[in-house]
């Protein structure tokens, strides 16, 4: 239609006169290839730039801060650190010792009883069954000792450090083996020490006359020349000991075990003077390594004795470097040492605790001393890489490999680091030796990426890797954990007289604080100021009954029902407003400038805006705010067959949610340790009428109190001890916490100490809080030998994985405490 209004010459196509003709057919098509041209050239250099830019975030991910490390690269070497540069840094076994390095020389303990059905122990395990384990003294850096209590008999572990040289020293063992009653038939069994490379180094094995392993001398970068020596065992009853020895490789140290396992064979024991019965046992033989062994292999030196109880076995670490020797640390010398240290640690723990003076006995001190002892030999070096995902990287990518000294929160279930974990570990560590508290911290913040995220997790080589169900393995750079290290960081700073080398570090860190509590405002922020959401909350409404939100570190606390971007979460604020304190505490005491931390803490702490955003009137106390509805319940959904179709094929029945009531924008209705946080943290003002609203709560039996503890959920919200899924039993839905009781035992001494119309009932709750916490640990120590993840808020027994000596521990401040 167009050519036909043209070629009749139509007005509305005719050139003005005054123009020029129009191109050439073939200059038009140059101009229109001219324009794709251009628009490719922009089309692909916007794609090449998004594409950049996501391989930058890819990478951004995985980079860490660009600060100076607060820790030089070799502040962990036997130059720097001499004192600690050996230690029980293997707290995943029962005994263990490694250097403060990434490829240390290992060595081990297992044990084997040769009577009924052998067990071979190594790694702890809660399915050992063993009635108690754990140190009852470790003073974090010169010794330890450990009682392990298997079926019919118990093991005393021993060790000593004794510094001189260039390479960290010498050390020694001692394990006694003694019958539980000693009127029953002897009981046989095999104790085994093994040495282990791990990449690097070297070992060779001596052998006596009679074939036994008497030594092993090796090499490796950080220890230079070094020998081990193993005495002749004494004791044995009927003397009956025999000797085995296996030299070999294995494919990494989480897999010395297994080795161990398939180089067992019968074998016959050999009586002393060739007199009596020999005995068949389960010994050393032959195994059968890999027959091309990679250069990150593992060689392996493991000695077997096998001997009747009762029974005692040494092991001798001496360091070639160790010009003047005073002899060899065992024997005689060994108690000697051992018995100067215990003294050293008694008076220490004595002038820093001041148990006896307030009143306890000398079991329930001995039981504080247990508590320390076993967080500090919960104390572990790990090396590695975390597995890290973002959404930028749809495979998991590498962290840069690290090093972490780090508290443990249970060395059979949890034995790695975890971030939230780590700042309640920190405040009794810090009360006992603030050096060491300063280094862990130090560590951590240098785990710190570009954006300042750091992985909640800490899975750091293979060997701690094997301890962990793979979806747990990889980390998002979106998930948070709570800021407790500004707990910590509180405590350490509380008296404002920071040793020198905790101000140099503390300058250091800095940069890596600022960008810390940056990253937290920036992606944990909520829709309004001053209001904030965790992040990572499991979206799947059909499986949970309520979905989790791990990064809170309170797992299934019930939240909104429904995730949103609405979502203001008050213990996330709370905890906040602490950093936000204690950055312009650091920012003051370092010389800079902390307007910024003044103004948020100001604002935080504001009190009105707090009950603005989270007061619940309803509740009658602070909640979370979200899409929510309280009318939901699991059911079973049953899936029937359609016609013709195989029965067998019908998918099992699944529980899934059934929501009866449409969610709404409201204040979450659970009352519980979320609904404390403005009191745990101290956040209100001790004349808040919400204060004592509070306490009203804590003290009624019907909701939070009971006689062992504050429980995590009221008794009257509709999640009370509810599961989650059918295979996720309830959690933080009822149970006692030992960190959360702590916070509330903390806040309620320091208002009974501020001016304000609550003070008095502060007081009567402290004290009747504390005396509860008290007994039904100490109790339930006594009773089952361990201390443990949570207790039952019905009957105080612990009940989670035990030994659970990371938090639960802090039961030694809350018997610290002044009153």
Not at 33 to 49: H, P
Not at 355 to 375: D, H, P, R, T, Y
Not at 720 to 743: A, K, S
């Amino acid at each position: 239609m167009t050519r036909d209004r043209r070629r009749h010459g139509g007005s509305e196509h005719r050139p003005p006169p005054s123009r020029k003709p129009p191109p050439a057919p073939g200059r038009e098509w140059g101009r229109v290839l001219l324009v794709a041209i251009l628009s490719c050239v922009i089309g692909l250099g916007a794609f090449g730039y998004g594409s950049y830019m996501k391989w930058r975030q890819s990478v951004r991910v995985v980079t860490l801060h660009p600060a100076p490390p607060i820790l030089t690269p070799n502040s962990s070497s036997p130059e720097a650190s001499p004192d600690l540069f050996w230690g029980s840094y293997r707290p995943q076994v029962y005994l263990g010792m490694k250097t403060r390095s990434p490829r240390s020389v290992v060595t081990g303990l297992m044990w084997l009883s040769q009577s009924g059905s052998p067990s071979l122990r190594h790694t702890c395990e809660q399915g050992d069954g063993l009635s108690r384990y754990g140190w009852l003294m470790h003073d974090g850096v010169n010794f330890g000792i450990q009682e392990i209590n298997d079926k019919g008999f118990t093991l005393r572990t021993e060790f000593v450090k004794r510094p001189g040289g260039h390479h960290g020293g010498d050390w020694s063992w001692r394990i006694v083996g003694t019958p539980n009653d000693p009127s029953s038939p002897a009981q046989l069994v095999s104790i085994f020490f093994y040495v282990a490379t791990d990449g690097q180094g070297s070992l060779t094995p001596h052998v006596d006359g009679s074939g036994r392993l008497s030594s092993v001398t090796g090499t490796s970068e950080e220890l230079g020349r070094f020998t081990i020596h193993i005495p002749r065992a004494q004791g044995g009853a009927s003397g009956h000991i025999s000797y085995n020895h296996l030299v070999t490789v294995c494919p990494g140290l989480h897999h010395i075990t297994d080795v161990v396992r398939s180089s067992m064979r019968d074998r016959f024991s050999h009586p002393a003077a060739d007199t009596g019965p020999k005995r068949r046992y389960f010994g050393l033989d032959i195994h059968h390594p890999p027959s091309h062994p990679g250069s990150d292999h593992s060689h392996i030196i493991i000695h077997q004795v096998t001997l009747y109880l009762p029974a005692q076995v040494e092991i001798l670490f001496e360091s070639d470097s160790f010009a003047q020797r005073p002899g060899p640390l065992s024997g005689v010398a060994f108690s000697t040492e051992l018995e100067k240290h215990k003294k050293t640690m008694e008076d220490r723990f004595r002038e820093r605790f001041r148990l006896e003076e307030k009143g306890f006995i000398a079991e329930q001190v001995s039981f504080a001393q247990a508590a320390l002892s076993n967080m500090l030999g919960g104390m572990g070096y790990f090396y590695g890489s975390s597995l890290v995902r973002s959404r930028y990287n749809p495979e998991p990518a590498s962290y840069p490999p690290a090093p972490l000294y780090t508290a443990v929160p249970s060395r059979s279930f949890f034995p790695r680091g975890f971030l939230w974990d780590e700042g309640f570990h920190l405040l009794l560590i810090a009360r006992w030796s603030p050096p060491l508290a300063w280094q862990s911290l130090a560590h951590w913040l240098d785990l710190m990426n570009a954006d300042g995220w750091i992985p909640r997790e800490q899975i750091l080589g293979p060997e701690a890797r094997s301890k962990v169900p793979a979806e747990f393995v990889v980390q998002w750079d979106e998930n948070a954990n709570p800021p407790t290290l500004f707990l910590a960081l509180r405590q350490l700073l509380a008296d404002r007289e920071v040793s020198s080398e905790g101000l140099q570090l503390l300058r250091r860190a800095y940069p890596r604080l600022q960008t810390w509590y940056s990253w937290f405002n920036n992606t944990q922020n909520g829709l309004l100021p001053y209001t904030y959401r965790w992040r990572g909350r499991d979206r799947d409404t059909l499986r949970f009954l309520n979905p989790k939100t791990l990064t809170s570190g309170l797992d299934d606390y019930p939240r909104a029902s429904h995730p949103s971007d609405d979502e203001r979460h008050v213990d996330l604020r709370c905890w906040m407003t602490l950093a936000s304190e204690v950055m312009a505490t650091i920012s003051d005491l370092l010389g800079e400038d902390g307007a910024r931390y003044k103004e948020y803490h100001m604002a935080l702490a504001d009190n009105s805006l707090l009950d603005k955003l989270h007061w619940s009137e309803r509740l009658g106390a602070y909640a979370d705010y979200g899409n929510h509805t309280q009318n939901v319940a699991l059911e079973w959904e049953h899936f029937r067959p359609v016609p013709g179709q195989d029965p067998r094929s019908v998918p099992p029945p699944r529980l899934i949610r059934v929501v009866r009531k449409s969610p709404k924008l409201q204040f979450v209705g659970a009352l519980g340790y979320v609904s404390l946080f403005p009191f745990l943290l101290q956040v209100l003002s001790p004349d808040s009428p919400k204060l004592g609203r509070l306490m009203d709560h804590v003290r009624d039996a019907d909701r939070l109190w009971t006689p062992y503890g504050i429980r995590s959920l009221s008794k009257s919200s509709p999640m009370f001890m509810q599961r989650n899924t059918e295979h996720d039993p309830p959690y933080w839905r009822g149970p006692i916490w030992i960190n959360i009781n702590y916070l509330l035992v903390s806040a309620l001494h320091r208002y009974s100490q501020l001016d304000g119309p609550y003070r008095e009932r502060a007081l009567g709750l402290y004290r009747e809080l504390r005396t509860n916490l008290i007994s039904n640990l100490y109790r339930q120590y006594i009773k089952s030998g361990f201390l443990w993840e949570q207790y039952n808020d019905q009957t105080g027994h612990g009940q989670g994985s035990h030994p659970f000596t990371g938090w639960s521990s802090l039961i030694v401040l809350v018997m610290a405490e002044e009153y």
